[in-house]
């Protein structure tokens, strides 16, 4: 059994249309049906009948170039998505997200070759014998000169110099966890959509910009799945209980064998663990939140600490008993939570991501 939620963003639409045109519009309606070609394409028809945004004519130019680039293809008389569409959806996701980020935030530029892995920062600090001179900050270093001799006379010593501070960016392996239970689509609310849109964008920066780094993708609802990249997608929520529980413990296992320096799991879910699987079988409880259920929620979050795995949760409810509840996983675990509305996840994760993947190195 699947559910669809129907509701339609005209604004987004519009915004889609203006920012990067109509493939945009068409790769974001992918993300809403669940890789569903031939729905997004009505979907895109019936904006133009009923809205005016685009010609019919525009839609039949897009199946064309979708059919000649090989993004879609023809599978006995219906359209499917190829695995350079899947790829394409992914790129689309994070050129959308990144698009309404500042630039000094989250932009970035690619090199073709490989390096130590250390970006120079704003900051400054005094020389010390073995920096590199390359990472001289001239004009901290002028003023220390002119401070210590005025402007008369210049001289400049081995205690004036100052260098900017380094950072190194360390290899990641990251667990992407996406709630597929029924209250992703509860209350008049789609949540499915956008949590698909940043797991699609989060692991398109991971495949663009950091290409060594692991990266593995988990779904859970009665219990929890781990899924290929490409099928991403295509996930749909169902009418599950939310089983966190078997989500972090498959992503604390999927963890343990990894060899990079840090591991994370990024976790997108309403809050509220209302399953466990106990002696084989499913012990649910939706009503509130249940001790039995919620300890031991808890324990799997203090069980990734002792890991040296870090939990951020990114919640797309804000309910009292619910935001205590991911509050206190966040203290066990020693991770990180915020609290967004559904506009402004992918902001929060992908910027985390990025700020959280570096340490100080210098």
């Known amino acids: ?93 994070l050129d959308m997200i990144f698009s309404s980020l500042k630039s000094d935030v989250a932009g970035f530029h690619s090199i073709p070759n490989e390096g130590v892995g250390m970006d120079t920062l704003a900051e400054s600090r005094a020389y010390e014998f073995g920096d590199s001179f390359e990472k001289i900050d001239f004009q901290t270093s002028l003023n220390n000169s002119f401070k210590r001799n005025g402007l008369g006379e210049f001289s400049l010593t081995e205690n004036d110099l100052a260098v900017y501070e380094t950072e190194h960016i360390t290899s990641c392996a990251t667990v992407i966890m996406v709630d597929i239970s029924h209250s992703m689509i509860l209350y008049g609310e789609d949540r499915i959509t956008p949590a698909k849109n940043v797991a699609l964008a989060m692991s398109g920066l991971i495949k663009r910009k950091y290409p060594k780094d692991s990266l593995n993708v988990i779904v859970f609802g009665d219990e929890a799945v781990e899924i290929p990249l490409e099928k991403l997608p295509y996930i749909t929520v169902g009418p599950y209980h939310t089983n966190t529980k078997a989500g972090l413990e498959m992503a604390s296992e999927i963890l343990r064998k990894k060899k990079n320096v840090n591991k994370q799991i990024f976790m997108i879910t309403d809050g509220k663990p209302s399953c466990v699987t106990l002696g084989g079988r499913l012990y649910k409880n939706p009503f509130g939140l249940d001790p039995r259920i919620v300890n031991m929620t808890l324990n799997e979050a203090a069980d990734c600490k002792r890991k040296k795995i870090t939990i951020s949760t990114f919640m797309v409810a804000q309910d009292p008993h619910l935001v205590q509840f991911v509050e206190e996983l966040t203290e066990i675990n020693r991770g990180r939570a915020y609290y967004s509305d559904l506009d402004n996840l992918g902001k929060y994760m992908l910027v985390d991501f990025i700020k959280n993947r570096r340490k100080r190195f210098s």
């Open 1 to 93: 059994m699947t559910f669809e939620y129907s509701q339609w963003d005209h604004k987004l639409a519009q915004q889609l249309l203006k920012q990067q045109g109509l493939m945009s519009l068409f790769n974001f309606l992918l993300v809403k049906t669940s890789g569903d070609v031939e729905k997004a394409l009505k979907m895109l028809e019936k904006l133009s009948e009923e809205m005016g945004l685009f010609n019919p004519e525009d839609i039949e130019r897009l199946k064309k170039e979708l059919l000649d680039q090989e993004i879609v293809r023809d599978v006995g008389g219906r359209l499917s998505l190829t695995s350079k569409g899947e790829q394409q959806i992914r790129e689309s996701a």
